[in-house]
């Protein structure tokens, strides 16, 4: 069974009858509000500074009103029995029988915790071996580490899985010499060598887990649903243990599924591609998602870095749909453990998510991804306009109180200008914005107590309630934060300061003060001169801007505690901020924290420090048999030259040991098989007094 041309038309017209609603709802509400913001103001909107204001808040106010919608639309969407345009009604239908295709699930990892990779790679496989079919499967992993210790690291932890798992031949892992395009180009370069022998591939991030049983059904569903190129699950955050983890994480997990059940409502086929925990077809992807290089320098110019709103965009082009599967269970992902991890993620994900803005005009594309190009570009352009807002609420405030009212203007009148300030109307205003930004909040209460009756798994109703209070106290306290960066963010990137793609924090580490403070010292400072000369001029003002201002000058702090450990664990005890992963935590998520437990405390050869990648592959002999066994299946004829290097490297390790050398001279002799023999005889050769002096305490000491 496919979808045939009659259901592909009825779900692309009842979607241009939804996105026709959805603007209604925004437009109509924005141009009254921004009326009524005129209203307020003490000169109607007269001024110019008064007439950007109203401006500035009709697209901040049509801004959260997108989001509004979605979730009410969310909401109706879960209150209903049954959804026609669900794609995982293909899972309650026997008529396909077993599926024999083969799927690749790959893993692009990039200088991560390795035994924490390692460990949702084997929760994954074991999940898939217990499901039919599970041998149609094969996992990759894509590396683009840095360093010869982290790309040894990985390899010696891949070749213990693959032997302690006898998956010889479905678990592979590959290191790229160069790094292009980052994970983009991870995934293209594995496709251009391997694409042709797999049907689907399953794209992940780093800590990334699904259940088989989802990867199965996701599997069926493109089977029975032959134009979808791209199919997202909707991944729910666990495994944090941070205050500001666990804010995340029950955030995503109460509020999660009804707005992603909205975002199928009103997106259906032209859904959006997050970049993992999704599975793709391999041959119209490779067809038709080639990024271009986009002209100029970075940041605006050069690779597209956030590619997958790109991707969904190019195969939706090609007529391939791209679907959310809204209620798929079974894909979770972890989320960032501390506000400078987060903080420094989103300054990454801004830089890709302007770039679109540059793709909005390109030929084809169809009027949702470029809607969608909008809305990614908004999601960090809105802090700016805030931010704008309310430093032109501010000065309006400043200039009337230190200019004063005036009552006539320059030309004749006989009647003077009255500027009349209504509180009323302002807490009106004031009410109504609430209402758009916290009644999603209070409809997935009612839904997870009354619809879904799954309560009991956030820790009852009275402790559900108390966790979603202190989370909006929390993102109360930390949005003004987030807007300050967020805003700084855009301004950095259309003045043309380019913005480093870092690996992103996953473990549970406290932010110190000292970090803290360089990182929000200048928005500390900024915070006490903008609340000071509001202060000064207009004290009644200040106690409207004050939610802003006061966790903008109180952010080292928040900062800081946000970041602990203990305070996540000890409101765990109090069974508050729990997540269904902690109540009734499916396999995987068990099997996850236990392997990752296990293969950090596995002895090592020697008891050699496990990130000591270089040391290892030369001491150890197992080690260094494999790794010369991968190098002789590629070698290649080098030059005199080249030898001559290698050799020169070589009795330098020989004469000071292998703290001698850099990081790129190390991964010289990685590519060569005959200098890792010399140096793994010699090592073995040496005296003991020696070897230890030499070789172990300089290269633990050369460690940072």
Not at 530 to 538: D, E, N
Request: positive net charge.
């Amino acid at each position: 069974m496919t979808l045939n041309h009659e259901k592909k038309r009825t779900w692309r017209g009842s979607a241009r009858k939804r996105r026709l609603v959805l603007g209604l709802l925004i437009l109509i509400p924005s141009a009254f509000s921004s009326s009524y913001v005129a209203s307020v103001l003490p000169h109607k909107g007269g001024t110019p500074l008064e007439l950007a204001i109203v401006i500035v808040y009709s697209i901040l106010f049509a801004w959260i009103s997108v989001g509004f919608w979605t979730a009410v639309m969310g909401c109706f969407t879960l209150l209903r029995r049954y959804d026609r345009f669900a794609v995982s009604h293909a899972l309650s239908t026997s008529e396909l029988k077993p599926s024999t295709v083969r799927t690749a699930v790959l893993f692009p990892i990039c200088n991560e915790d390795t035994p924490r990779v390692m460990a949702g790679i084997k929760s994954t496989y074991l999940s898939l071996q217990k499901m039919d079919g599970g041998e149609n499967f094969d996992i990759h992993i894509l590396s683009d580490s840095q360093g010869a210790d982290k790309w040894m690291e990985e390899e010696a932890a891949w070749v213990d899985l693959v032997e302690e798992l006898g998956a010889q031949g479905h678990i592979f892992y590959r290191h790229r010499k160069v790094n292009l395009k980052r994970k983009s180009g991870n995934v293209a370069e594995f496709c251009r060598r391997h694409g042709q022998l797999y049907t689907y591939m399953a794209v992940f991030d780093a800590d990334s887990v699904m259940s088989g049983q989802s990867l199965k059904g996701m599997v069926r569903i493109m089977e029975l649903n032959e134009r979808i190129g791209i199919l997202q699950t909707a991944p729910a955050c666990f495994g944090r243990n941070t205050l500001l983890g666990r804010l995340q994480q029950f955030a995503n997990r109460v509020y999660g599924p009804m707005f992603a059940a909205g975002l199928h409502f009103w997106q259906l086929g032209d859904a959006q591609y997050w970049g993992h925990n999704a599975l793709i077809r391999i041959e119209p992807f490779m067809r038709h998602c080639g990024l271009p290089r986009l002209p100029g320098k970075p940041p605006k110019g050069g690779d597209i870095l956030s590619h997958d709103f790109v991707e969904a965009a190019l195969m939706r082009r090609a007529g391939w749909g791209v679907w959310l599967a809204f209620d798929l269970q079974g894909s979770w992902e972890e989320c960032p453990p501390n506000l400078l991890s987060e903080l420094k993620r989103d300054r990454r994900w801004c830089q890709g998510n302007l770039q679109h803005l540059r793709l909005l005009f390109t030929e084809g594309l169809f009027p949702a991804h470029r809607i969608l190009f909008l809305n990614g570009a908004m999601s960090y352009a809105s802090a700016l306009l805030w931010f704008l807002f309310l430093m032109l609420s501010s000065a309006e405030a400043v200039v009337e109180a230190i200019v004063g009212p005036v009552y006539f203007s320059t030309g004749k009148t006989l009647f003077p200008n009255w500027p009349v300030w209504q509180p009323s109307w302002a807490m009106i205003l004031l009410a109504t914005t609430g209402v758009l930004l916290f009644l999603p909040k209070v409809l997935s209460f009612l839904l997870l107590i009354f619809k879904t009756r799954q309560a009991q798994l956030f820790g009852g109703v009275f402790r559900l309630l108390i966790s979603i209070l202190l989370e909006v106290v929390f993102s109360a306290l930390l949005a003004p934060i987030r807007m300050l960066f967020h805003s700084k963010f855009v301004c950095m990137i259309l003045l043309g300061k380019k913005i480093g793609w870092g690996t992103q924090q996953r473990d549970d580490k406290k932010t110190p003060w000292l970090d803290a403070l360089r990182f929000h010292g200048g928005g500390t400072f900024f915070g006490l001169l903008w609340g000071g000369i509001v202060w000064l001029y207009s004290p009644e003002f200040f106690w409207w801007i004050s939610p802003i201002v006061i966790p903008i000058v109180l952010s080292v702090p928040l900062s800081v505690i946000t970041s602990r450990r203990d305070l996540g664990q000890w409101l765990r005890k109090k069974r508050l901020l729990l997540i269904p992963e902690e109540t009734e935590p499916a396999p995987e998520i068990i099997q996850v924290s236990r392997f990752t437990q296990e293969m950090e405390e596995a002895p090592v050869f020697l008891d050699l420090p496990r990130e000591a990648g270089f040391l290892r592959a030369i001491i150890d002999p197992r080690i260094n048999a494999l790794r010369r066994s991968l190098l002789t299946r590629h070698t290649r004829q080098v030059g005199p030259a080249e030898i001559s290097r290698r050799n020169q490297l070589t009795q330098k390790v020989l004469q000071h040991g292998p703290s001698i050398l850099t990081p790129a001279q190390q991964l010289i002799l990685l590519r060569d098989p005959d200098s890792l023999l010399q140096l793994h005889q010699y090592a073995w050769a040496l005296d003991k007094h020696v070897f230890q002096e030499r070789w172990l305490r300089n290269s633990a000491r050369s460690r940072p």
